[in-house]
């Protein structure tokens, strides 16, 4: 794990937002403010290769540009570059980087959860065993979920704002291709960067 930022101090509890920032969205800083309300800090991880599927459109440094700039002047945020892209690969690089005794918190919404929950790991009980090392701040995305009985004590609700349930960064590029309004989309911050990263989309 590789911090572009830190934040100072150690917390006792650790928000870790994984996701592929294509661009950063007001959604992520909404996700990211919920769970500050659980955590003492929030790491917005940025995996260097992801499992299913490849950089595009903005490279890894291009990203990471939009990340600081959304999040400047803001002292419980981090940014890290992760080795690994799964959620499991990244709590044990947190255990590695914090000290012992921070509890680890993704924050996700419905459907990360949803497919994190299902997945088939390839035998039983390896969710059960994820959980063991972190929880889940799972916010409503096009419906709320339900999590299984069993493992409810691991997972819990994160309220959001209803504005920004249709947000998201493939809808963003989208609206970029087609021509239509998105700026209200992103930060204010990084209009301009992703004016000049993603503005090659509208001749594809």
């Known amino acids: 794990m590789t911090f572009l930022r830190r934040a100072a101090g150690i917390p006792r509890r650790l928000g870790i937002l994984a996701g592929a920032?294509?661009?950063?969205?007001?959604?992520?800083?909404?996700l990211a403010q919920a769970a500050r309300q659980r955590v003492?800090?929030?790491?917005?991880?940025?995996?260097?290769a992801f499992p299913h599927k490849a950089y595009h459109d903005a490279g890894l440094e291009q990203r990471l540009r939009m990340l600081d700039a959304a999040l400047a002047g803001e002292s419980h945020y981090s940014i890290a570059v992760t080795d690994g892209g799964l959620f499991i690969e990244i709590a044990r690089e947190c255990r590695a980087a914090y000290p012992p005794g921070v509890e680890l918190y993704f924050i996700c919404g419905r459907d990360a959860a949803e497919?994190?929950?299902?997945?088939?790991?390839?035998?039983p009980g390896a969710i059960e065993e994820q959980l063991s090392e972190y929880q889940l701040l799972v916010a409503p995305r096009r419906g709320v979920w339900e999590p299984p009985a069993a493992l409810r004590h691991r997972i819990h609700p994160l309220a959001l704002p209803p504005d920004c349930d249709q947000i998201s960064a493939t809808e963003v590029r989208e609206r970029i291709r087609q021509g239509r309004p998105w700026r209200q989309m992103v930060?204010?911050?990084i209009v301009r960067l992703v004016e000049e990263i993603y503005g090659g989309l509208q001749q594809r």
């Open 21 to 30: 920032f294509n661009p950063p969205t007001r959604a992520h800083l909404a």
């Open 40 to 48: 003492d800090e929030v790491l917005f991880a940025l995996p260097r």
């Open 115 to 123: 497919r994190i929950v299902n997945w088939d790991y390839g035998r």
């Open 187 to 189: 930060p204010e911050s």
